[in-house]
């Protein structure tokens, strides 16, 4: 049996994750800020990857970067096209997963206490700075969460992908586009093994993810009540006693 | 050390016109909440822009419409404690305090770091995090926070409204004996008169957005020129009153006359008596002596409230004429005696308003 499909979604999922992860961030965070008068139309835009069927998603990606659409028109120029390619998996998985981790990462920095960020800004500090040092990490459960949505979205991502990238096994044949084949083509066992495969790594890390956003948010609301709060507040203190003091 | 700040802008519901200066010492912003109070506060520390004016903090033009000059925050070297101390909760105290310290060297920080926790009693509490401290402690690793970076001028935007009773006198005590050790100017902002007394030496009170009085506290506090400056320094009663000779004044609702021992300006138009300056009259025949009776008795853990209808006199709105607040003591004494009481204010603790 072919086994490419699987490297073919992973690679996939794991690159499109990685672009939604600084782009999402990116955009939650001016979105959060952002008090324009487009905010409403701006934010329904962002978010309409979400509610469309991803068949008119792959429609517009393809008006886009066919052969007449105005960025396939810049890449024929420079001697390339990206339809029916590798990189058309990663842009239809980009742009589909990228409202999940737009929204989560937006609600988790609208939720930061403004005086937090305030007070860093009197410290002196550059703006730059407290986004990295407070900001992220204060949202971090939420941006966590919201690429765990992502990566599990762009690793099922199969209308659009089907629509611009096609199935050229191999190339293009993703885990999804690979289960649609088999069913229609009778190889209801294959199908069965794809599904049962994707069904195992989107679980694992949902869980995995889920966890540790678990650990990170006690870490980040300091564990309540309990007198060493969370395991890694408890692990600094303790190693704070073992070396003295440490900044 | 100085502050000069003479702001305007447009806030919902009404208009902030704050214009007051202040050298070393400790400012207090007294007004009610939506006074405005708050939002200066956020101004001068450059979290919020005015519409236009001026602020000048020690020489430096932190913000001038006129000019076109709006330092960002973190060039303003303000210190502000929020009111809900806004600690950073994924660091540890130490990380807290040592978070702007940036530009020294490792061994500098950790000094700093050290004196900052000696000077705020946190000792014990360095790798603690925000959520595993008291109301107090979390204040004082705030305070530390804002003074390691040797702000200018601290700006205490309500400490005390996040703890309990019990607790804030404590902390009180500890914010006013830190505050005394540090060279700045400090401006303080409450809406509770009693605090702003105890910790400030100057008075600025807002209503509405506009000053309605400024000065040094006993001042201010003893003899308020306006009507909400009389109000938010806790005078329970007041009533419109117009001069009818330059010593007299006639209370228009009642129609009656108070005798001051001082000249009354011609344009006063209030008068106000503090609730605990009401005294027994010993002799009838002494002037502001009126005969009255108790309506209504509330007592409080230490004084009692009475509510005083004055015998002869027109209707009042809330069907008593004036509160008197009185020992719990001297209370059981008045109980006894018997009615109409006989009570006095003296001339010399009358507040005319203009």
Known sequence: MDLSPIWISLRTAITATLITFFVGITAAWFMAGYKGFFKGLIDGVLNLPLVLPPTVVG??????????????????????????????????????????????????????????????????????????????????????????????????EFGATLMIAGNIPGKTQTIPVAIFFAAEGGEMDKAFLWVLLIVGISLTAIMIMNYWSEVQRKFVTGGGRKKYGTFSGYKKEASGIQTGSEI | MELLVDIRKKLPGFKLEARFETESGILGLLGASGSGKSMTLRCIAGLETPDEGRIVLNGRVLFDSGQGINLCSRNRKVGFLFQNYALFPHMTVEENIGFALKALTKQEIRQKVRDQIRTLHLEGLEYRYPSQLS??????????????????????????????????????????????????????????MEEVYRVCSIVVILSEGKVAASGGKEQIF?????????????????????????????????????????????????????????GLAEDPGEINTFPCQVIDAREGPNTVTAYLKINDLGKSDHGYHLQWEISKEKWSEVALQSQPLLIRIKPENLIFMN
Not at chain 1, 108 to 121: K, L, T
Not at chain 2, 170 to 182: A, F, I, K, M, P
Request: overall charge positive; charged content about 15%.
């Open chain 2, 222 to 278: 003893e003899k308020p020129p306006t009507l909400s400056a009389a109000r938010l320094t806790g005078c329970k009663n007041i009533f419109s009153a117009k001069a009818v000779t330059p010593k007299c004044i006639k209370i228009e609702d009642w129609g009656c006359i108070l005798h001051s021992d001082e000249p009354v300006s011609p344009n006063v138009s209030h008068v106000g008596i503090r609730a605990h300056h009401i």
């Open chain 1, 59 to 156: 429609f517009f990606l393809l008006l886009l970067f066919g052969r007449n659409g105005p960025i396939g028109k810049v890449l024929m120029a420079l001697g390339t096209s990206v339809i029916f390619s590798w990189p058309a998996t990663v842009i239809a998985a980009f742009v589909v997963a990228f409202p999940l981790m737009y929204k989560t990462a937006r609600g988790a920095f609208e939720q930061i206490d403004g005086n937090v960020i305030s007070a860093a800004r009197t410290l002196g500090v550059s703006e730059w700075s407290i986004f990295w040092r407070i900001t992220v990490p204060l949202a971090w459960p939420g941006i966590a969460a919201g690429t765990v949505l992502a990566f599990a979205r762009a690793l099922g």
């Open chain 2, 135 to 192: 109301g107090g402690q979390q204040q004082r690793v705030a305070l530390a926070r804002a003074l390691a970076v040797n702000p200018e001028i601290l700006l205490l935007d309500e400490p005390f409204s996040a703890l309990d009773n019990y607790l804030r006198g404590q902390v009180e005590r500890q914010l006013v004996e830190v505050l005394s050790g540090y060279h700045g100017a400090v401006v303080f902002v409450s809406h509770n």
